[in-house]
Protein backbone atom coordinates (compact mmCIF):
# COMPACT_ATOMS: atom_id res chain seq x y z
CA UNK A 1 0.00 0.00 0.00
CA UNK A 2 1.16 3.79 -0.18
CA UNK A 3 5.27 3.86 0.67
CA UNK A 4 6.38 6.72 3.13
CA UNK A 5 10.09 8.48 3.39
CA UNK A 6 11.52 6.82 6.75
CA UNK A 7 14.46 4.36 5.81
CA UNK A 8 13.98 2.08 3.65
CA UNK A 9 13.24 -1.88 5.06
CA UNK A 10 13.78 -4.64 2.50
CA UNK A 11 12.24 -7.29 4.41
CA UNK A 12 8.63 -4.83 4.78
CA UNK A 13 8.82 -5.30 1.15
CA UNK A 14 8.67 -9.11 1.25
CA UNK A 15 6.05 -8.87 3.66
CA UNK A 16 3.93 -6.62 0.90
CA UNK A 17 4.48 -9.01 -1.88
CA UNK A 18 3.34 -11.85 0.17
CA UNK A 19 0.14 -9.34 0.86
CA UNK A 20 -0.55 -8.40 -1.81
CA UNK A 21 -0.20 -12.04 -3.77
CA UNK A 22 -2.17 -13.50 -0.98
CA UNK A 23 -5.13 -10.79 -1.31
CA UNK A 24 -5.20 -11.47 -5.35
CA UNK A 25 -5.48 -14.98 -5.17
CA UNK A 26 -8.36 -14.39 -1.81
CA UNK A 27 -10.16 -12.81 -4.58
CA UNK A 28 -9.46 -15.68 -6.85
CA UNK A 29 -11.60 -17.97 -4.85
CA UNK A 30 -14.76 -15.78 -5.51
CA UNK A 31 -15.63 -17.92 -8.36
CA UNK A 32 -15.13 -20.80 -6.54
CA UNK A 33 -16.92 -19.94 -2.97
CA UNK A 34 -19.79 -18.24 -4.86
CA UNK A 35 -20.24 -20.38 -8.04
CA UNK A 36 -22.87 -19.55 -9.94
CA UNK A 37 -25.27 -22.34 -10.66
CA UNK A 38 -24.16 -25.77 -10.67
CA UNK A 39 -21.61 -28.07 -12.24
CA UNK A 40 -20.82 -31.61 -12.13
CA UNK A 41 -17.69 -30.91 -10.00
CA UNK A 42 -19.30 -28.16 -8.08
CA UNK A 43 -17.93 -30.32 -4.77
CA UNK A 44 -14.84 -30.09 -5.97
CA UNK A 45 -14.89 -26.30 -6.66
CA UNK A 46 -16.35 -25.41 -3.36
CA UNK A 47 -13.85 -27.41 -1.69
CA UNK A 48 -10.75 -25.79 -3.35
CA UNK A 49 -12.14 -22.68 -2.79
CA UNK A 50 -12.32 -23.39 0.62
CA UNK A 51 -8.95 -24.84 1.09
CA UNK A 52 -7.14 -22.00 -1.11
CA UNK A 53 -9.73 -19.50 0.59
CA UNK A 54 -8.78 -20.44 4.53
CA UNK A 55 -5.02 -20.37 3.93
CA UNK A 56 -5.11 -16.55 2.47
CA UNK A 57 -7.22 -15.16 5.20
CA UNK A 58 -3.78 -13.04 6.84
CA UNK A 59 -4.00 -11.18 3.36
CA UNK A 60 -5.63 -8.29 4.90
CA UNK A 61 -4.17 -8.58 8.22
CA UNK A 62 -0.88 -8.49 6.60
CA UNK A 63 -1.74 -4.92 5.18
CA UNK A 64 -2.16 -3.13 8.76
CA UNK A 65 0.27 -4.93 9.77
CA UNK A 66 2.95 -3.08 7.27
CA UNK A 67 1.48 0.45 8.18
CA UNK A 68 1.78 -0.18 11.45
CA UNK A 69 5.38 -1.28 11.28
CA UNK A 70 6.34 1.47 9.07
CA UNK A 71 4.36 4.35 10.46
CA UNK A 72 3.80 3.76 14.30
CA UNK A 73 5.02 6.26 16.06
CA UNK A 74 3.76 9.04 13.74
CA UNK A 75 6.16 11.81 13.59
CA UNK A 76 6.22 15.58 12.68
CA UNK A 77 2.91 17.83 12.30
CA UNK A 78 -0.41 15.76 12.39
CA UNK A 79 -1.85 18.15 9.72
CA UNK A 80 1.05 17.46 7.13
CA UNK A 81 0.28 13.23 7.90
CA UNK A 82 -3.22 13.81 6.85
CA UNK A 83 -2.61 16.02 3.62
CA UNK A 84 0.31 13.16 2.65
CA UNK A 85 -1.39 10.25 3.48
CA UNK A 86 -5.44 10.50 2.68
CA UNK A 87 -5.20 12.60 -0.67
CA UNK A 88 -3.07 9.39 -1.93
CA UNK A 89 -5.64 7.26 -1.12
CA UNK A 90 -8.84 9.23 -1.50
CA UNK A 91 -8.24 10.04 -5.11
CA UNK A 92 -7.82 6.59 -6.26
CA UNK A 93 -10.27 5.35 -4.01
CA UNK A 94 -12.98 7.76 -5.99
CA UNK A 95 -11.92 7.38 -9.09
CA UNK A 96 -12.05 3.65 -8.66
CA UNK A 97 -14.85 3.36 -6.89
CA UNK A 98 -17.28 5.04 -9.84
CA UNK A 99 -15.65 2.61 -12.34
CA UNK A 100 -16.64 -0.31 -10.35
CA UNK A 101 -20.11 1.30 -9.76
CA UNK A 102 -20.12 2.44 -13.64
CA UNK A 103 -19.17 -1.50 -14.81
CA UNK A 104 -22.77 -3.09 -14.78
CA UNK A 105 -24.26 -0.33 -17.06
CA UNK A 106 -20.87 -0.31 -19.24
CA UNK A 107 -21.18 -4.22 -20.02
CA UNK A 108 -24.82 -3.44 -20.81
CA UNK A 109 -23.94 -0.38 -23.27
CA UNK A 110 -21.40 -2.51 -24.89
CA UNK A 111 -23.99 -5.20 -25.93
CA UNK A 112 -22.71 -7.66 -22.78
CA UNK A 113 -25.12 -10.21 -21.16
CA UNK A 114 -25.58 -10.52 -17.28
CA UNK A 115 -23.73 -14.25 -18.03
CA UNK A 116 -20.61 -11.57 -18.80
CA UNK A 117 -21.33 -9.65 -15.36
CA UNK A 118 -21.73 -13.04 -13.47
CA UNK A 119 -17.99 -14.11 -14.62
CA UNK A 120 -16.68 -10.33 -13.30
CA UNK A 121 -18.34 -10.69 -10.43
CA UNK A 122 -19.93 -14.20 -9.83
CA UNK A 123 -21.62 -12.47 -6.08
CA UNK A 124 -23.10 -9.64 -7.82
CA UNK A 125 -26.66 -9.11 -6.62
CA UNK A 126 -29.99 -8.44 -8.55
CA UNK A 127 -29.71 -4.91 -8.79
CA UNK A 128 -26.44 -5.51 -10.82
CA UNK A 129 -27.58 -8.05 -13.32
CA UNK A 130 -30.02 -5.22 -14.34
CA UNK A 131 -26.99 -3.63 -16.09
CA UNK A 132 -29.04 -0.41 -15.94
CA UNK A 133 -27.82 3.51 -15.93
CA UNK A 134 -30.24 3.77 -12.91
CA UNK A 135 -28.74 1.06 -10.71
CA UNK A 136 -25.08 2.26 -11.39
CA UNK A 137 -25.94 5.43 -11.01
CA UNK A 138 -27.72 4.56 -7.53
CA UNK A 139 -24.25 2.85 -6.18
CA UNK A 140 -22.69 5.76 -7.29
CA UNK A 141 -24.30 8.19 -4.60
CA UNK A 142 -23.60 5.58 -2.14
CA UNK A 143 -20.27 5.70 -2.32
CA UNK A 144 -19.79 8.27 0.52
CA UNK A 145 -21.44 5.99 2.62
CA UNK A 146 -19.93 2.49 1.42
CA UNK A 147 -18.79 0.10 -0.79
CA UNK A 148 -21.29 -1.09 -4.14
CA UNK A 149 -22.00 -4.83 -3.97
CA UNK A 150 -19.53 -4.59 -7.38
CA UNK A 151 -16.67 -3.06 -5.80
CA UNK A 152 -16.60 -4.95 -2.76
CA UNK A 153 -12.59 -4.54 -2.29
CA UNK A 154 -13.14 -1.12 -1.30
CA UNK A 155 -14.65 -2.10 1.87
CA UNK A 156 -10.71 -1.81 2.94
CA UNK A 157 -10.07 1.91 1.55
CA UNK A 158 -12.79 2.87 4.21
CA UNK A 159 -11.02 0.96 6.76
CA UNK A 160 -7.20 2.92 5.73
CA UNK A 161 -8.61 5.95 5.60
CA UNK A 162 -10.15 5.76 9.40
CA UNK A 163 -6.56 4.31 10.37
CA UNK A 164 -4.68 6.90 8.54
CA UNK A 165 -6.83 9.73 10.88
CA UNK A 166 -6.92 7.13 13.92
CA UNK A 167 -2.95 6.44 13.57
CA UNK A 168 -1.74 10.03 15.10
CA UNK A 169 -4.20 9.67 18.10
CA UNK A 170 -2.89 6.29 19.21
CA UNK A 171 0.89 7.09 18.39
CA UNK A 172 0.87 9.73 21.35
CA UNK A 173 0.07 6.31 23.17
CA UNK A 174 2.46 3.65 21.39
CA UNK A 175 5.17 6.29 21.43
CA UNK A 176 5.41 6.50 25.09
CA UNK A 177 4.35 3.13 26.34
CA UNK A 178 6.49 0.41 27.12
CA UNK A 179 7.07 -3.25 25.54
CA UNK A 180 5.37 -4.13 28.61
CA UNK A 181 1.94 -2.04 28.42
CA UNK A 182 2.18 -2.66 24.89
CA UNK A 183 1.95 -6.18 25.31
CA UNK A 184 -0.98 -5.56 27.62
CA UNK A 185 -2.98 -3.94 25.10
CA UNK A 186 -2.31 -7.22 23.04
CA UNK A 187 -3.60 -9.31 25.62
CA UNK A 188 -6.40 -7.41 26.01
CA UNK A 189 -7.16 -7.17 22.06
CA UNK A 190 -6.84 -10.75 21.98
CA UNK A 191 -9.19 -11.48 24.28
CA UNK A 192 -11.62 -9.39 21.96
CA UNK A 193 -10.93 -11.91 19.04
CA UNK A 194 -12.92 -14.28 20.64
CA UNK A 195 -16.05 -12.09 20.74
CA UNK A 196 -17.35 -12.58 17.38
CA UNK A 197 -17.54 -16.67 18.13
CA UNK A 198 -18.99 -15.86 21.95
CA UNK A 199 -21.65 -13.92 20.04
CA UNK A 200 -22.58 -16.72 17.44
CA UNK A 201 -22.62 -19.52 19.72
CA UNK A 202 -23.24 -18.21 23.31
CA UNK A 203 -25.24 -14.77 23.40
CA UNK A 204 -25.26 -11.65 21.45
CA UNK A 205 -24.48 -9.33 24.44
CA UNK A 206 -21.25 -9.02 26.10
CA UNK A 207 -19.82 -6.77 28.80
CA UNK A 208 -22.86 -4.20 29.51
CA UNK A 209 -23.91 -4.59 25.07
CA UNK A 210 -27.79 -4.66 25.47
CA UNK A 211 -30.33 -3.34 22.70
CA UNK A 212 -29.12 0.49 23.74
CA UNK A 213 -25.15 0.07 23.95
CA UNK A 214 -23.06 -1.41 21.31
CA UNK A 215 -19.82 -0.54 22.86
CA UNK A 216 -18.78 -2.73 25.61
CA UNK A 217 -16.25 -2.95 27.73
CA UNK A 218 -13.45 -3.57 25.78
CA UNK A 219 -14.87 -2.10 22.79
CA UNK A 220 -11.51 0.52 22.56
CA UNK A 221 -9.32 -2.93 22.40
CA UNK A 222 -10.76 -4.43 19.60
CA UNK A 223 -10.81 -4.04 15.82
CA UNK A 224 -8.02 -3.41 13.22
CA UNK A 225 -5.98 -1.35 15.83
CA UNK A 226 -4.42 -4.37 17.35
CA UNK A 227 -2.61 -5.15 13.71
CA UNK A 228 -1.48 -2.01 14.05
CA UNK A 229 0.32 -2.44 17.37
CA UNK A 230 0.67 -5.91 16.35
CA UNK A 231 3.09 -4.91 13.33
CA UNK A 232 4.73 -2.19 15.43
CA UNK A 233 5.58 -4.31 17.87
CA UNK A 234 6.77 -7.37 15.80
CA UNK A 235 9.31 -4.99 13.45
CA UNK A 236 11.23 -4.58 17.12
CA UNK A 237 10.42 -8.56 17.47
CA UNK A 238 13.70 -10.68 16.61
CA UNK A 239 13.03 -14.34 17.02
CA UNK A 240 15.29 -16.98 15.84
CA UNK A 241 14.57 -18.96 12.07
CA UNK A 242 14.49 -22.00 14.92
CA UNK A 243 12.01 -20.15 17.25
CA UNK A 244 10.45 -18.56 13.71
CA UNK A 245 9.59 -21.93 12.75
CA UNK A 246 9.08 -23.91 15.80
CA UNK A 247 6.39 -21.83 17.24
CA UNK A 248 5.06 -20.44 13.63
CA UNK A 249 4.33 -24.18 12.11
CA UNK A 250 1.98 -25.12 14.80
CA UNK A 251 0.23 -22.11 15.13
CA UNK A 252 -0.47 -21.87 11.30
CA UNK A 253 -1.33 -24.98 11.05
CA UNK A 254 -3.85 -24.54 13.70
CA UNK A 255 -5.30 -21.45 12.46
CA UNK A 256 -5.77 -22.73 9.25
CA UNK A 257 -7.65 -26.13 10.71
CA UNK A 258 -9.88 -23.56 12.41
CA UNK A 259 -10.55 -21.50 9.70
CA UNK A 260 -10.78 -24.44 7.31
CA UNK A 261 -13.54 -26.71 9.38
CA UNK A 262 -15.32 -24.06 10.73
CA UNK A 263 -16.15 -22.69 7.13
CA UNK A 264 -17.41 -25.74 5.79
CA UNK A 265 -19.03 -26.76 8.93
CA UNK A 266 -20.69 -22.95 8.84
CA UNK A 267 -21.69 -23.54 4.67
CA UNK A 268 -23.43 -26.71 5.30
CA UNK A 269 -25.95 -25.31 7.36
CA UNK A 270 -29.23 -24.75 5.94
CA UNK A 271 -29.70 -20.85 5.58
CA UNK A 272 -26.88 -20.02 5.98
CA UNK A 273 -26.53 -16.25 6.68
CA UNK A 274 -24.07 -13.84 5.54
CA UNK A 275 -22.79 -13.04 8.72
CA UNK A 276 -22.73 -17.15 9.63
CA UNK A 277 -21.06 -17.39 6.20
CA UNK A 278 -18.21 -14.96 6.92
CA UNK A 279 -17.60 -15.89 10.70
CA UNK A 280 -14.47 -18.15 10.46
CA UNK A 281 -13.28 -16.12 8.10
CA UNK A 282 -13.45 -13.02 10.25
CA UNK A 283 -9.92 -10.94 10.01
CA UNK A 284 -10.17 -9.92 13.66
CA UNK A 285 -10.30 -13.88 14.85
CA UNK A 286 -7.86 -15.59 16.79
CA UNK A 287 -7.56 -18.85 14.14
CA UNK A 288 -6.45 -15.47 11.69
CA UNK A 289 -3.60 -13.87 13.66
CA UNK A 290 -2.39 -17.43 14.23
CA UNK A 291 -1.74 -17.57 10.58
CA UNK A 292 -1.25 -13.92 10.14
CA UNK A 293 1.72 -13.55 12.92
CA UNK A 294 4.15 -16.72 11.06
CA UNK A 295 3.78 -15.37 8.06
CA UNK A 296 5.20 -11.69 9.10
CA UNK A 297 7.76 -13.24 11.09
CA UNK A 298 9.38 -15.91 8.50
CA UNK A 299 9.14 -12.53 5.93
CA UNK A 300 11.76 -10.99 8.23
CA UNK A 301 14.17 -13.90 7.92
CA UNK A 302 14.10 -13.49 3.62
CA UNK A 303 17.15 -11.76 2.90
CA UNK A 304 17.23 -10.26 -0.15
CA UNK A 305 20.54 -10.25 -2.09
CA UNK A 306 19.84 -9.57 -5.85
CA UNK A 307 19.74 -6.25 -6.97
CA UNK A 308 16.90 -6.85 -9.57
CA UNK A 309 14.80 -8.47 -6.90
CA UNK A 310 15.13 -5.52 -4.79
CA UNK A 311 14.26 -3.04 -7.70
CA UNK A 312 11.05 -5.28 -8.12
CA UNK A 313 9.93 -5.20 -4.63
CA UNK A 314 10.75 -1.56 -4.51
CA UNK A 315 8.38 -0.77 -7.72
CA UNK A 316 5.71 -3.00 -6.06
CA UNK A 317 6.15 -0.68 -3.02
CA UNK A 318 5.23 2.26 -5.26
CA UNK A 319 2.50 0.47 -7.49
CA UNK A 320 0.67 -1.46 -5.39
CA UNK A 321 -2.24 0.68 -4.20
CA UNK A 322 -2.32 0.69 -7.69
CA UNK A 323 -2.83 -3.22 -7.99
CA UNK A 324 -5.41 -3.45 -4.90
CA UNK A 325 -7.66 -1.07 -7.16
CA UNK A 326 -7.33 -2.79 -10.65
CA UNK A 327 -6.80 -6.80 -9.63
CA UNK A 328 -10.46 -6.97 -8.60
CA UNK A 329 -11.51 -6.48 -12.75
CA UNK A 330 -8.85 -9.10 -13.35
CA UNK A 331 -9.82 -12.15 -11.27
CA UNK A 332 -12.62 -13.49 -12.73
CA UNK A 333 -11.72 -13.78 -15.85
CA UNK A 334 -8.73 -15.38 -15.04
CA UNK A 335 -10.21 -17.66 -13.59
CA UNK A 336 -12.21 -18.22 -16.61
CA UNK A 337 -9.72 -18.81 -18.84
CA UNK A 338 -7.88 -21.25 -16.28
CA UNK A 339 -10.97 -23.21 -16.34
CA UNK A 340 -11.53 -22.87 -20.36
CA UNK A 341 -8.07 -23.71 -20.76
CA UNK A 342 -8.43 -26.84 -19.25
CA UNK A 343 -5.97 -26.39 -15.84
CA UNK A 344 -7.08 -28.76 -13.45
CA UNK A 345 -9.43 -27.44 -10.47
CA UNK A 346 -7.08 -27.60 -7.39
CA UNK A 347 -4.62 -25.58 -9.44
CA UNK A 348 -7.05 -22.73 -11.07
CA UNK A 349 -6.76 -20.68 -8.13
CA UNK A 350 -3.25 -20.53 -8.32
CA UNK A 351 -2.72 -19.89 -12.15
CA UNK A 352 -5.40 -17.18 -12.18
CA UNK A 353 -4.05 -15.57 -9.42
CA UNK A 354 -0.46 -14.95 -11.01
CA UNK A 355 -2.40 -13.98 -14.19
CA UNK A 356 -4.40 -11.31 -12.30
CA UNK A 357 -1.51 -10.04 -10.58
CA UNK A 358 0.99 -10.02 -13.47
CA UNK A 359 -1.72 -8.28 -15.47
CA UNK A 360 -2.67 -5.70 -12.80
CA UNK A 361 1.30 -5.50 -12.16
CA UNK A 362 1.53 -4.35 -15.88
CA UNK A 363 -1.69 -2.19 -16.18
CA UNK A 364 -0.32 0.10 -13.26
CA UNK A 365 2.98 0.11 -14.56
CA UNK A 366 1.64 1.17 -17.99
CA UNK A 367 -0.85 4.10 -16.29
CA UNK A 368 2.14 4.96 -14.74
CA UNK A 369 4.23 5.54 -17.99
CA UNK A 370 1.89 7.19 -19.83
CA UNK A 371 -0.45 9.43 -17.43
CA UNK A 372 3.40 10.64 -15.82
CA UNK A 373 2.89 12.47 -12.21
CA UNK A 374 -0.86 12.63 -12.66
CA UNK A 375 -1.36 9.16 -12.14
CA UNK A 376 -0.89 9.66 -8.80
CA UNK A 377 -4.77 10.58 -8.85
CA UNK A 378 -5.44 7.06 -10.39
CA UNK A 379 -3.03 4.67 -9.13
CA UNK A 380 -1.75 6.26 -6.15
Request: with cysteine.
Amino acid sequence: MPSNSKPHVVWLDVVRLVAMFTVVCCHCTDPFNFYPGTAPDIEDIKFWGAAYGAALRPCVPLFVMITGALLLPVKGDVSVFYKKRIPRVFWPFLVWSVFYALFPWLLGVLGFSQDTLLMFFPYSDEAARSLSLGVSAEYVSQIPLNFSPIGVHMWYIYLLIGLYLYLPVFSAWVEKASRRAQRWFLVAWAVTLFVPYYQEFVTGYLWGTCSWNAFGMLYYFAGFNGYLLLGHYLRHTDWSLGKTLAAGVPAFVIGYAVTFFGFRHMTSLPGVTPEQYELFLTYCSPNVVLMTIPLFMLCKKVSVRSELVRKALANLTLCGFGVYMVHYALTGPAVAFARADGVPTSLQIPVASVLAFGFSWLAVLALRRVMGGRARYVVG
